[in-house]
């Protein structure tokens, strides 16, 4: 397979290797890290468990992209302007190289890596306000945010306050970066949601 038909691939089915990789990952984490450092178990745990909401919302049941131009921008185009490659690029970077990337960086010091908990657990309230938007009961990622993303996520927070490594749970600059980095989502999304109504127009 040369360079560009695995790209090609990848493009295509990420987020199928993606659940293989989460596998993997619980395996190897649960195997060789959480006997060892739990805290940094408990942030490199978000990463697979971030690969199984990507599983829900791209596989099965899938069609993350469809229910957001649809029934939250109103469009009419399925595949518009939230595409392939917005998607593609955006859950690569983020959930396959930055996450994973800061909570290998947590190896030599938590606090790079105390923003991943806060990140999980916004990730999975954004969907509860992307139900309540679209005034449906249930979008692609709901369910792991729910039984997932959302309860690990704060039991992550309540564990690293407990052991003194959040001196508060509330008033932290990793508070800020988890809801930050989720908030920059919904403005790329702008972005690129009125790049494409100019092109339309055009």
């Known amino acids: 397979m040369t360079l560009t038909a695995y790209f090609l691939w990848l493009k295509r089915d990420w987020a199928k290797a993606g659940f293989l990789i989460a596998i993997f990952l619980f395996v190897f984490l649960f195997a060789f890290i959480k006997g060892t450092d739990f805290v940094l178990f408990l942030l490199l745990l978000q ?27 109103k469009l009419q185009t399925a595949d518009k302007p939230i595409d392939e490659n917005f998607i593609f690029y955006i859950n690569v970077i983020l959930i396959w190289i930055i996450l994973p990337g800061f909570g290998l960086l947590a190896a030599q010091n938590y606090q790079y890596g105390l923003w991943i908990p ?9 969907h509860i306000a992307l139900a309540l938007k679209a005034r449906q009961r249930y979008n692609p990622g709901l369910v792991v945010s729910l039984l997932l993303n959302i309860p690990v996520g704060i039991w992550s927070i309540l564990y690293l306050a407990g052991q003194g490594i959040l001196p508060n749970i509330f008033l932290n600059l990793h508070l800020v970066i988890g809801l930050g980095v989720n908030l920059l989502l919904p403005v790329m999304g702008v972005v690129v949601y009125k790049n494409h109504l100019r092109t339309i127009a055009a």
């Open 118 to 126: 806060y990140f999980s657990f916004f990730a999975g309230v954004a």
């Open 47 to 73: 990463t697979p468990l971030y690969m199984i909401h990507e599983t829900e919302e791209y596989v099965f049941p899938g069609g993350f992209g469809r229910f957001f131009n649809i029934d939250i921008l």
